[in-house]
């Protein structure tokens, strides 16, 4: 099975990371056989990420990535082997997070043989304290630290049966990247970050049609039209539009409205180099019915705080579509269009 990591957005994309089958320590033989049919589970991990507006990269550099299981020692993977960066038994490795967007990934585990079976937690340590490991790169080109509570990012465990397992750790950056001004910092929390199975994962993409971006007000009056557009992602259907809401937290210091309903996932939009075209991709989420909002207005959407953002905008840019699992949808996103 593969494993993935995603990042944060004002929308991230995914990637995934490839790490080898030395480097782990464990209280067992990590290449024995176990009890499911005496085949091991092969683990493929990787990173990706949602693509966050206006910086120029984010960088994390990753110390080890940890396996936790009850009634046995952790498997500690420490040394890296990652064909795409060019390191071979490294102790550590860096990697843009903004480089793996929507379905893309950077593998940093590939079949890692494990005792199948259910994992409670997978934790992926981070070195911070140092503007030259982790990193902000802003449209400016100044660099910022990224700090993480604890130096870990802390996951959901996973399940393993035997055979190959793909996972991909989906960074959703909208919503776990935030800008701290009284330090002038970047803190990674894991509101966001999912670990998803990539055989039961859905995709979504679409285009979204560049005339929506500054048609109605305030969005006409923007100075770059192209700038504050984002998609997002709610779980359900039969939504209202007034309860649709932008990224917040429990720890916004605005109290949102009763009703208000935090997006899923978000996504911001990519020009296509060749055709012109702009598109929106989201990467490894569960298979579910979702409701679909663009809004042309998100410049101020803050990871935490509740900014009472209009979305849709423009008001009939709200779709619904049904996802199933492993499989790819598309939904283009234009005026009088539908999914």
């Known amino acids: 099975m593969k494993i993935a990591l ?34 091991p589970a092969l683990l493929t991990l990787g ?24 009634g046995v020692e952790d498997v500690v993977i420490d040394t890296f082997t990652i064909p795409a960066l060019d390191l071979e038994n490294a102790d550590t490795f860096q990697v843009d997070l903004l480089q793996y ?44 630290p990224i700090q993480v509570t604890s130096g870990i990012i802390g996951l959901p465990g996973i399940a393993l049966s035997s055979g190959e397992q793909p996972y991909t750790v989906e960074f959703g950056l909208a919503q776990a990247l935030r800008y701290q001004s009284s330090s002038d910092t970047y803190l990674l929390t894991t ?38 557009n984002r998609v997002y992602l709610y779980k359900g259907l039969n939504l209202l539009p007034e309860n649709l809401s932008d990224v917040f937290t429990s720890q916004s210091s605005t109290t949102p409205p009763d ?6 996932a978000v996504a911001s939009m990519a020009e296509d180099s060749l055709t012109g075209n702009w598109n929106y991709s989201f990467g490894f989420i569960p298979a579910d019915s979702y409701t679909v909002a663009f809004s042309c207005d998100t410049a101020a959407d803050a990871a935490v705080e ?21 499989a790819s949808s598309t939904c283009n996103l234009a005026e009088d269009a539908s999914c």
């Not at 890692?112 to 140092?130: F, N, P, R």
């Not at 009703?259 to 899923?264: K, V, Y």
């Open 191 to 228: 509101n966001g970050v999912r670990i998803e199975n990539n055989l039961t994962a859905a995709r979504l993409s679409g285009s979204v049609d560049s005339t929506l971006f500054d048609t109605v007000s305030p969005c006409s009056e923007k100075v770059d039209p192209e700038k504050g």
């Open 47 to 70: 990173f990706s990420d949602s693509l966050p507006e206006d910086l120029k990269q984010v960088v994390i550099e990753v110390d080890s990535i940890t396996f936790s299981r009850s």
């Open 6 to 39: 995603k990042t944060l957005l004002p929308t991230l994309a995914l990637l995934a990371f490839l790490l080898p089958l030395g480097g782990c320590s464990c209280g067992f033989d990590c290449n024995n056989d176990n009890d499911d049919d005496n085949n």
């Open 306 to 326: 509740y900014n009472g953002l209009v979305i849709p905008l423009p008001i009939d840019q709200q779709y619904e579509v049904t996802l199933t699992e492993g």
């Open 259 to 264: 009703n208000a309903i935090a997006p899923f």
């Open 101 to 144: 967007r929507g379905v893309s990934q950077l593998l940093v585990i590939q079949d890692l043989e494990l005792l199948t079976g259910s994992y409670s937690k997978v934790s992926i340590a981070i070195i911070t304290g140092d503007v030259n490991k982790s990193y902000v790169q802003e449209d400016d080109d100044s660099l910022k």
